[in-house]
Every structure is written in structure tokens, then in C-alpha cells.
């Protein structure tokens, strides 16, 4: 029996997709491709790369290896399709966002001058640039990365038996703040900059080299022709599908919400609820003369109650490739429902029991716990727990006291920190859930130009 090698994380066989003019694949033609391309090994050859009409590269990981195909143009990004969930995005070369992976790059940005997109063939002496990176799990968003590109000696790379004189270029990355040193290198055509071959870390231990098969050689500027025209969602459309008609190059879809009119009468009876116990935790904390519990409940009770009941449905994921290619998170939309991509917000909220309420500048891989230095809690607060809502709706309760200490737990960029109040100066007045209550609605909120609405 021949094994069937794995790609990254377990999937077994080859798996190819298709290139339909430069846009996305319809799932029937996908689904047929996959059945008529599956082969038992990756170990191509030229002729069997010959006679695959698709632009193909090939992934090697810690895991084991696989062709990819290449399957989406569009806004300067290559689409590289793989088996299962696995999907792997370039931009020049540069590897830019990775779907499926036991640790994913969710987005990578260069601020200012790109050498990539200038062409690497130009770099004659070390460049050096920041990058900002986005790692998941565990949010480690906006992390800045300090980058240089060091020109090595001319080498010679045999790909399917033919030999290419390319010159090799190292990148060193390193966030020395987190402890994370990583080295990349490409080798690029010296004539036209052109990456046929690259090992690069998409994450912190986790290295991909990359080889071209049958290399896409075309613009990656072009719209993609696949994108259904804008529009209010059909019925009964999935969320794939109208989230890729309305999406833009600067959509913050970590923030992206669903909005569900279904979902609001519920909503405005949790924020009623929670302003009558507000008002039961004042009177009562006036009644005994603790001022200080009093005022706090009299102060976020006038601001929770200008919050909007939004509908959202938190906690979906609404990347439109991650849903097209994970059939059971690609749910049907409802009459009325609506989704929002955002922009990316730079800041953290810090609300509840404090002494004001603070939006902070979002500082990449810092414990939500620190936040608290710049924005201490009022004496109504507890001093034990913080509810930390993520711009995803996704909410944990963490332990900040030395006795209950958490891990470390990183926000992304428009995440809220709710500080909670004293469960034993709210006793008899709220009711016991009536912290996470406010966690929860938290969660339904969108995030808007400045941060959140």
C-alpha cells in the first residue's frame, strides 16, 4: 500500500482544485475535481504537472506535504486551494494568510515601502521594515515585527527536473518582546523577481516551503470576477456568499457581525433587565450608604442603556473563504439579516466598575489584565475577575487577583474589557449571572469606524 502523505495537520491523499477564470470555484465543480485529481502521493513530475491544466504549488510542512491549486485572484492575492479546510493566501510571494492550519496567519500587513511588491530582484544591500502580524489562536493580533531582507549568492534550485539560477534572499524576523525569531528565505528569479521557491514561518514554529509547479505568472490586481454584485442577502443565501458580494480589502473580519432581527427582541430584554438591576444595585447601595457602589451603578447604568440592541449573532466566524470551505459553519441567512465588515479598530474599551470609562491604544500580545494600570477599577468594582469580550463576541472570564491569576490572555484590536462588580456589594439587588449578562451583551455590539458604535 502506498502511503498518502499529510498536509499540516492530518488530512490524507491529494486533493487539487480548480482555477475557473480567475475567480472562485462553484462547489459542484470543485467536488468533481477532487474526485477526478486525486492521486495516491505528491511526488510530481513534469509530466504530471503537464497534464494538470491548473497553476499548482507545492506546500511541505512539519506534518507531511501537499499540491495545492490554485483557485482565487483577486485584490492582489493569490488563493491556494488544498485538501479539506486548508487554504493558503500570497500576496508577491509573501504569504499573507493562512485557513485550516494548527496555527493560522490571519492577516499580515507591511506599513509603508513593501519590497515584495517593488520586486526583489532590485535588493542589492539589507533592507529593513516592519511588519504587523496577525497569529490565532488566542488573539495575538497586531503584533510588530522587525524585518530585514539580506541579498545572498546566486544558486541553483531544480524544480521538476529543471534547474533555475536564482538568487536567495534570507529574511530575518524577530519580536523581541515576545521572545519570536524566525528566518525566511526566497529564492527569486533575478530577472524579474519572480518567487519560485520560499520557506516562510506563517506562525512561531510553524514553516512552510513553498515550490512552483506550474507557476501563475499573471496579475493578481484584477477584481475578482467570481464576486456576486452587491446587495441586500437573499433568503436563504449562505453567510459565504453574501458576506463575498459586500467584503473590501480593509474588512476587520474578526469583527464582522451578523445581524439578525430575529435576535433583537431577546437582546432589548437582557439590556431591560440589566438596567433594572442597575437601578436595584443603587437603591440598595443608597439604602446601606455606600456611596461609592451607588454612583458606579447610577453612572454605567445611563451608559449601558444608550447602547443599540443590534441583533448580532455573536460568535460566528464570517471569513468568506473559511465558510465556503467549512460547509457546517456556512449557515443559511434569514429575511432581514444583514452582515457588517468593519475597518480595523486601533483601540481597547475598558467599561463597568471603573472609576471612568477609557478607550485605550491596543497594545499587540499584552494580558488584558495590564489594560487596568491605565484604567483602575472604582472601589464598587470586584477585585478578583475581568470579563474579557474579543471583537468576535467570543467572551472568557479571567482570573486577575494572585490568588486566581490566569494565564496571560492577549485582546485584539476593538476588544472590550468589562470590570465587573462586586458580586457581595450587589447581593440580594442582581442577580448572580448578572456580570456575565453584561459580558454577554457586550458581545452584541459592532464595531464602528472610531472602535465600536
Known amino acids: 500500500m502506498v502511503r498518502r502523505a499529510t498536509f499540516l495537520h492530518g488530512i490524507l491523499g491529494l486533493v487539487l482544485v480548480a482555477l475557473t477564470a480567475c475567480s472562485s470555484v462553484s462547489r459542484g465543480s470543485l467536488e468533481s475535481i477532487r474526485l477526478a485529481m486525486r492521486r495516491p502521493s505528491v511526488h510530481p513530475t513534469a509530466e504530471s504537472v503537464a497534464a494538470t491544466p491548473y497553476f499548482q504549488m507545492q506546500a511541505n510542512g512539519p506534518d507531511g506535504e501537499a499540491i495545492l491549486i490554485l483557485a482565487r485572484v483577486a485584490n492582489g492575492e493569490l488563493g491556494w486551494y488544498g485538501s479539506g479546510h486548508d487554504v493558503l493566501f500570497t500576496r508577491d510571494g509573501l504569504v499573507v494568510k493562512t485557513i ?3 496555527q493560522n496567519l490571519d492577516d499580515s500587513a507591511i506599513p509603508g515601502a513593501n519590497p515584495f511588491h517593488d520586486g526583489l530582484q532590485h535588493l542589492v544591500a539589507p533592507v529593513d521594515y516592519t511588519r504587523r ?3 490565532s489562536p488566542d488573539y495575538r493580533y497586531g503584533v510588530l515585527a522587525q524585518a530585514r531582507l539580506e541579498p545572498k549568492a546566486l544558486e541553483d534550485v531544480d524544480i521538476l527536473g529543471t534547474v533555475h539560477r536564482l538568487r536567495r534572499i ?9 521572545g519570536v525569531s524566525m528566518t525566511n528565505r526566497y529564492w527569486v528569479d533575478p530577472a524579474d523577481g519572480f518567487i519560485w521557491k520560499s520557506r516562510q514561518y506563517v506562525a512561531p514554529g510553524l514553516p512552510l516551503e513553498l515550490i512552483q509547479l506550474q507557476p501563475y505568472r499573471g496579475s493578481a490586481s484584477a477584481e475578482d470576477t467570481g464576486k456576486p454584485a452587491p446587495g441586500a442577502p437573499q433568503t436563504g443565501a449562505r453567510l459565504s456568499d453574501a458576506g463575498a458580494a459586500q467584503i473590501t480589502p480593509d474588512a476587520y473580519l474578526l469583527g464582522a457581525a451578523w ?10 430584554r437582557l439590556r431591560a433587565g440589566l438596567d433594572y438591576e442597575l437601578g436595584a444595585i443603587r437603591n440598595q447601595a443608597l439604602g446601606s450608604g455606600d456611596m461609592a457602589v451607588s454612583g458606579a451603578a447610577r453612572d454605567f447604568q445611563a451608559w449601558l442603556s444608550g447602547l443599540p440592541v443590534t441583533g448580532r449573532h455573536a460568535g460566528v466566524p464570517l471569513d468568506p473563504v473559511r465558510l465556503e470551505v467549512t460547509p457546517t ?5 434569514e429575511d432581514g439579516d444583514t452582515l457588517v465588515y468593519p475597518p480595523r479598530p486601533a483601540d481597547v474599551r475598558v467599561v463597568g466598575a471603573v472609576e471612568k470609562p477609557c478607550r485605550l491604544p491596543h497594545v499587540p500580545m499584552q494580558d488584558a489584565r495590564l489594560y487596568l494600570s491605565a484604567c483602575p477599577g472604582s472601589d464598587a468594582a470586584d477585585p478578583n475577575l475581568i470579563y474579557v469580550v474579543q471583537p468576535d463576541g467570543t467572551v472568557a472570564e479571567q482570573g486577575i487577583a494572585l490568588w486566581n491569576r490566569d494565564k496571560p490572555r492577549p485582546l485584539a484590536p476593538g476588544a472590550w474589557i468589562y470590570v465587573p462588580f462586586d458580586r457581595h456589594a450587589i447581593a440580594g439587588a442582581a442577580d448572580a449571572n448578572f456580570n456575565r449578562d453584561v459580558a454577554a451583551f457586550l458581545a452584541t455590539q459592532v464595531p464602528g469606524d472610531s472602535g465600536w458604535r
Open 170 to 178: 534570507d529574511e530575518h524576523v524577530s519580536v523581541p518582546s515576545a
Open 329 to 333: 459553519e456556512n449557515r443559511p441567512m
Open 259 to 268: 445581524l439578525q432581527p430575529s435576535l433583537k427582541r431577546e437582546q432589548l
Open 133 to 135: 502580524l496577525d497569529w
Open 100 to 102: 485550516g492550519l494548527p
